[in-house]
């Protein structure tokens, strides 16, 4: 079945130590986006790559980066982890254009000690 | 910022209808009305959306007012299964999730 995928789903890193997820699509679509979920709290969309045009979000911590080396693929990298970053990440994508709905990966959730 | 409100929670009683509430009173004209659902520990799922004429598929119906200021997720014969958290969202192609409304079905 097409579907999004997200390596690994359980991340543990060290404060300060670089760590990257990964998300992956089969169905071909244009616009990938990272949200990042923390504990009770509501997804919170960090950046999306409209094919290769990369959109940040305004309060974006410069501490996210992200890739997307094809239209498959698509990394989120943080450069120095605080424990603060421990959250669930998302990666969505859609079709592009008004009106069309998103679809969401499993999320990985990472750890920081 | 999230531009919707909603309940924060509603109980719904297994196999009766569920209607979750939500309003948007900003809502501009090119911006839809989406809801997306999740459940404990997954990511969320994409339930319905739309721009001005009520919607229905296999999950459930969505019911928009006239001016377009609030609509109505309907799930008809609400499981233990839908106990989730509902996000409604007006938007683009950008979603702003706000809080949501955490719908507890008992039996």
């Known amino acids: 079945d097409a579907m999004v995928i997200q390596n690994p789903r359980y991340q543990v890193t060290q404060f300060g130590k670089p760590v990257t997820l990964s998300c992956s699509q089969t169905l071909n679509h244009n616009v990938m986006y990272w949200y990042q979920q923390k504990s009770s709290q509501a997804p919170k969309l960090l950046f999306h790559?409209?094919?290769?045009?990369?959109?940040n979000e305004a309060d974006t911590p410069d501490n996210f980066q992200s890739r997307r080396p094809n239209t498959s693929f698509c990394f989120l990298d943080i450069r120095s982890p605080g424990l603060g970053d421990a959250a669930m990440y998302l990666c969505a994508t859609s079709g592009g254009g008004s009106g069309g709905e998103q679809f969401f990966g499993p999320g990985t959730r990472l750890t920081v000690l | 910022d999230a531009k919707t409100t909603q309940p924060t929670s509603m109980d719904c009683a297994e196999g009766r209808a569920a209607n979750l509430p939500c309003n948007h009173s900003?809502?501009?004209?090119?911006?839809?009305v989406y809801w997306y659902r999740q459940i404990h520990s997954q990511g969320p799922q994409y339930i319905i959306h739309?721009?001005?004429n009520n919607e229905t598929n296999e999950m459930a119906s969505l019911i928009i007012t006239e001016d377009r200021k609030s609509s109505t997720l309907i799930l008809p014969h609400a499981t233990l299964r839908d106990t989730a958290v509902y996000y409604c969202?007006?938007?683009?192609?950008?979603?702003?999730f706000g809080a949501g409304t955490i719908l507890r079905v008992k039996s």
């Open positions: 790559y409209y094919d290769k045009d990369f959109n």
């Open positions: 969202i007006q938007g683009g192609n950008k979603l702003v």
């Open positions: 900003t809502i501009s004209g090119n911006e839809y």
């Open positions: 739309g721009l001005k």
